[in-house]
Nanobody, 126 residues
């Protein structure tokens, strides 16, 4: 059974930093793509960052230069380092795993992913 478990969320003031982690297990084969998404109540879930098995990354324009996605395959862990946080970054953050190659432009779309975690809440106060 594939499991993705996020941690590291919390409350922080504007300008602060947080590092999210996502531990994945239950795979019998290597995933191709992993990503971070976020969702505020009443809004659609949006892609934040993605990384493939070769280490190539994508970022949403709203987080470029502030967020960094990375993975440690030896520890089966995905990370999202978030710096210079803003109130508009407040959301539930989800990690996701995709099993198949997808086009570059679709790597921040939900349809590229097969498995999802339960989420971790990030709240940024002004």
């Amino acid at each position: 059974q594939v499991q993705l478990v996020e941690s590291g969320g919390g409350s922080v003031q504007s300008g602060g930093s947080l590092r999210l982690s996502c531990v994945f297990s239950g795979y019998t084969y290597r995933h191709y793509l992993m990503g971070w998404f976020r969702q505020d109540p009443g809004k659609e879930r949006e892609g934040v960052a993605a990384i493939d098995s070769a280490g190539r990354t994508n970022y949403a324009d709203s987080v470029k230069g502030r967020f960094t996605i990375s993975q440690d395959n030896a520890k089966n862990t995905l990370y999202l380092q978030m710096n210079v946080l803003k109130p508009e970054d407040t959301a539930m953050y989800y990690c996701a795993a995709g099993l198949s190659p997808v086009s570059w432009w679709s790597r921040l779309l939900q349809a590229a992913y097969n498995y999802w975690g339960q989420g971790t809440q990030v709240t940024v106060s002004s």
